[in-house]
């Protein structure tokens, strides 16, 4: 059975960076994709990024792009959010979730829709 834990959130001035972990257990790490969401108090749900687990091909929502990374490291069944440059705004409960079916250019909704998901790791981002 699929198991995704997270790690890596803490509590960083803004400005600063985290990097993000998400271990899988129990998935294939040769096809599908994964991403990150997050969840702030009283927000709805947002997919900030996802990659291709097997072209390494990524998206990243606007909000984050060119300040945020994503990558997965096939070997270790480990997925990765390299967090840069980060705001107040970027506090958040964040999520990583996977799926090991091809998807297509549709990751996100597969992920939504059917996707395994992890418990979250908490980044608080103070001004």
């Known amino acids: 059975q699929v198991q995704l834990v997270e790690s890596g959130g803490g509590s960083v001035q803004a400005g600063g960076s985290l990097r993000l972990s998400c271990a899988a257990s129990?998935?294939?790490?040769?096809?599908?994709?994964m991403g990150w969401f997050r969840q702030a108090p009283g927000k709805d749900r947002e997919g900030v990024a996802r990659?291709?687990?097997?072209?390494?091909?990524?998206y990243y929502a606007s909000s984050v792009k060119g300040r945020f990374t994503i990558s997965r490291d096939k070997a270790k069944n480990t997925m990765y959010l390299q967090t840069s440059r980060l705001k107040p705004e970027d506090t958040a409960l964040y999520y990583c979730?996977?799926?090991?079916?091809?998807?297509?250019?549709?990751?996100?909704?597969?992920?939504?829709?059917?996707?395994?998901w992890g418990q979250g790791t908490q980044v608080t981002v103070s001004s």
């Open positions: 990659i291709y687990i097997g072209s390494g091909a990524t």
């Open positions: 129990g998935y294939t790490f040769s096809s599908g994709c």
């Open positions: 979730a996977a799926t090991e079916r091809n998807t297509g250019g549709a990751c996100q909704s597969f992920l939504e829709s059917s996707g395994y």
